[in-house]
C-alpha cells in the first residue's frame, strides 16, 4: 500500500486541524469549570477522589466544620482555596 506524497500531506493537515479543534474545545472547558470570584470549585465527587476518603468522611468533616462548603441549587461545593487550607491544617495536627 503505497500513499503519494500529496495525500500524505492532505491527511496529516486534517489531522493537525482536527486537533487544534480538540485543543480549543479543552481550553473552553476548562473556562467553563465551575468558578466563584475567579477561583475553582470544586464538587463531591471531585473533592473524594482528590482526598482519597470516604462519603461518610467528606460528611463528618462539613458537619463538624473543618470544611467549609456551598450550596448552589442544592449541590455541594468546595472552594479549592478551602480545600487547600483544610490539608495544611490536617497536617499541622
Known sequence: MNID??????WMERLID???????HI??????RNSIDG????????L?????ISNRSLQRYRSIGKLPYYTISGKLYYKLSD???????????
Open 27 to 32: 481550553d473552553d472547558l476548562k473556562k467553563k
Open 39 to 46: 477561583e475553582e470549585l470544586l464538587d463531591n465527587q471531585d
Open 83 to 93: 480545600v487547600h487550607q483544610f490539608i495544611r491544617d490536617s497536617f499541622n495536627k
Open 18 to 24: 482536527r486537533l487544534d479543534m480538540l485543543s480549543d
Open 5 to 10: 506524497r500529496m495525500e500524505f500531506i492532505s
Open 48 to 52: 473524594l477522589q482528590m482526598l482519597k
